[in-house]
């Protein structure tokens, strides 16, 4: 791990030591939620969670039935989620692990079936996000889906750093169809009409 690498991990994992975790809902993002509750939602697959943060989404996917790979840059985040996941018995359905999103092992390549978004867009520099958008291209089968929740605000600078609809499908639309970009219609109260629900497909 470099020198810049320590640095971002060590940013992280000081929100942790802190308490500074205001990006933590407490619970899975209630567009998720709702998504895989509607007679549309897949019922199995492998999918991937980066900066899955306590695993609110992880674990409720892997209580769904999906076999769920949960990253994050603070080792904090990683002990806790992989603590809980023994507690809950959930070891063999929800694993763990520590990398830089942007520099994943080539094992993560073309190997998963969904990758959820919640938090992680919004957190990194948005110069990044080009990046980003391969990267989850990158790490899904051909057909694989992104279902990813966007923080829209309206604040200056960040993190949390905003986005727009026009961003979204600027960024992404070269590498995924992008079969639904919508007002989410349900969102945590800390989060009111700010947030846009998104399926999209890799090319």
């Known amino acids: 791990m470099s020198q810049e690498e320590k640095l971002e991990a060590r940013f992280w994992e000081e929100r942790y030591q802190a308490g500074q975790t205001t990006w933590d809902i407490g619970e899975p993002t209630p567009p998720l939620v709702d998504f895989l509750n509607s007679p549309d939602a897949p019922t199995t697959g492998k999918v991937l969670v980066p900066g899955c943060g306590r695993g609110h989404e992880a ?11 949960g990253l994050d840059f603070a080792p904090s985040a990683i002990q806790y989620c992989s603590q809980l996941a023994r507690e809950k018995g ?17 094992r993560f390549m073309g190997s998963f079936d969904y990758a959820v978004e919640h938090t992680c867009f919004c957190a990194i520099d948005p110069a990044m996000r080009p990046q980003y958008a391969r990267v989850i291209h ?9 279902l990813a929740v966007f923080w829209a605000h309206n604040r200056q600078g960040g993190p949390p750093y905003r986005t727009s609809a026009e961003e979204i499908h600027r960024l992404f639309s070269p590498l995924f169809e992008i079969e639904m970009l919508q007002p989410a219609k349900r969102w945590h109260p800390r989060r009111a009409g700010d947030e846009l629900w998104g399926v999209l497909t890799r090319k």
């Not at 959930?90 to 080539?106: I, N």
């Not at 990158?138 to 992104?146: A, F, Q």
């Open 59 to 69: 674990f409720y996917l892997a209580q769904h039935g999906f076999e769920v790979v």
């Open 90 to 106: 959930l070891e063999s359905q929800a694993t763990f692990e520590q990398h830089d999103l942007f520099k994943l092992p080539d």
């Open 138 to 146: 990158d790490i899904l089968r051909p057909g694989g889906k992104l």
